[in-house]
T-cell receptor, first 115, second 110 residues
Framework: EAQVTQNPRYLITVTGKKLTVTCSQN?????MSWYRQDPGLGLRQIYY???????DKGDVPEGYKVSRKEKRNFPLILESPSPNQTSLYFC??????????????FGEGSRLTVL | RKEVEQDPGPFNVPEGATVAFNCTYS??????FFWYRQDCRKEPKLLMS???SGNEDGRFTAQLNRASQYISLLIRDSKLSDSATYLC???????????FGQGTTLQVKP
C-alpha cells in the first residue's frame, strides 16, 4: 500500500530534550516536506526537499533541522524543543514538484507536546 | 493580510442541503488552485483541482474567479460523510509553493 509513515504519532516531551520525528514514504517520490498545523494558522511549511541531499527552508524553519540521505526518508529533528513547538506535524511527499499536480500525500500526523 | 483566507465556520447544514465555501487569495500571480479535505484528527487529502473553466466531480463543483481573486467549492445534496474541514490551497505565483488556507469546517446534521 502506498503510504507516508510518521513516527511517533504522539509524543510528550520536556523543553530542551532532543527529539526526532521520522518520515518514510514507499512511493519513490522525489519531493518531501514537513508542515506544522496550528489552530487558526493552517498548515505552515517547515522544510522541504526536492531530492536526496537537497533541502530548503520553508516558512517556519526556526528550531528545526532535516536531512535527506535517502530518497524514502526525511526525518525532522528538534535539537532543543520549546513549548512553542507544541503542534501537529505532518510529513508529505509528491512525485515531482507539487505545484504541478497540487497533490501532496500526507502522513497521519505526529502530535507533539513540549512541556 | 494572509495570502490565502477562508471563513473558518463552522457551517452547520442539514443532510441534503447545498453549501458553498469561498476562499480568497491576495497574489494575483497565483496560477494553480486546489481543494483538500481533512477529516477530524486525520491527514489532509486532495479533493479536487480548480480549473479556470470550473471543475465538477459528482456532487462537488469547484470554480475560480480570477477577477475577484477567489475560488469556491459547492457541495450539493450534502451527506453526513461530507462533514470535514475543507482546505483551500493556492500555488504561490512568486515561489511556486503550496499555500494552505486555515480551512472551513462543515458539519452535516441528520
Amino acid at each position: 500500500e502506498a503510504q507516508v509513515t510518521q513516527n511517533p504519532r504522539y509524543l510528550i516531551t520536556v523543553t530542551g530534550k532532543k527529539l526526532t520525528v521520522t518520515c518514510s514514504q514507499n512511493m519513490n517520490h522525489e519531493y518531501m516536506s514537513w508542515y506544522r498545523q496550528d489552530p487558526g494558522l493552517g498548515l505552515r511549511q517547515i522544510y522541504y526537499s526536492m531530492n536526496v541531499e537537497v533541502t530548503d527552508k520553508g516558512d517556519v524553519p526556526e528550531g528545526y533541522k532535516v536531512s535527506r540521505k535517502e530518497k524514502r526518508n526525511f526525518p525532522l529533528i528538534l535539537e532543543s524543543p520549546s513549548p512553542n513547538q507544541t503542534s501537529l506535524y505532518f510529513c508529505a511527499s509528491s512525485k515531482g514538484q507539487p505545484r504541478d499536480t497540487g497533490e501532496l500525500f500526507f502522513g497521519e500526523g505526529s502530535r507533539l507536546t513540549v512541556l | 493580510r494572509k495570502e490565502v483566507e477562508q471563513d473558518p465556520g463552522p457551517f452547520n447544514v442539514p443532510e441534503g442541503a447545498t453549501v458553498a465555501f469561498n476562499c480568497t487569495y491576495s497574489n494575483s500571480a497565483s496560477q494553480s488552485f486546489f481543494w483538500y479535505r481533512q477529516d477530524c484528527r486525520k491527514e489532509p487529502k486532495l479533493l479536487m483541482s480548480v480549473y479556470s473553466s470550473g471543475n465538477e466531480d459528482g456532487r462537488f463543483t469547484a470554480q475560480l474567479n480570477r477577477a475577484s481573486q477567489y475560488i469556491s467549492l459547492l457541495i450539493r445534496d450534502s451527506k453526513l460523510s461530507d462533514s470535514a474541514t475543507y482546505l483551500c490551497v493556492v500555488v504561490s505565483g512568486n515561489t511556486g509553493k503550496l499555500i494552505f488556507g486555515q480551512g472551513t469546517t462543515l458539519q452535516v446534521k441528520p
